[in-house]
């Protein structure tokens, strides 16, 4: 797999996390008290690791990333059945079909977030 799909999914799993975290509101007391963690400093400490990950993306990666991120909530998304599940419009048969699979980082024609292929 293409290294910065991997770093781009996993800032989406730590943005999914964030979210997840600051809505569980009164829950929250439960599990800092269960695992000895204040949720401020959970929430900070993602936020360092989701900045520092942006960082190391490379430039024009980078760009793109911030554009969609600042619109949509998921910005990588599976193709499945030569479909984008971002935006649910089918995608060339040939990116679809190629044998070397997610080693190349490619982009919906229609909707703009990255892709990867699973299936």
Do not use: W
């Amino acid at each position: 797999m293409h290294s910065e799909l991997e770093k781009l999914l996993e800032i989406q799993d730590l943005k999914t996390q964030r979210t997840d975290l600051r809505e569980q509101g009164e829950s929250r007391g439960v599990e800092e008290e269960l695992f000895n963690i204040s949720a401020d400093d959970a929430l900070r400490q993602l936020d360092e690791k989701i900045a520092e990950m942006e960082e190391s993306l490379q430039p024009p990666i980078r760009s793109r990333y911030r554009r969609l991120a600042g619109t949509r909530t998921r910005f990588v998304v599976p193709v499945i059945n030569g479909t984008c599940f971002g935006c649910f419009v089918s995608i060339p048969t040939a990116v679809a079909s190629e044998a070397d699979r997610n080693s190349e980082l490619r982009y919906c024609d229609n909707c703009g977030r990255f892709l990867y292929l699973v299936g």
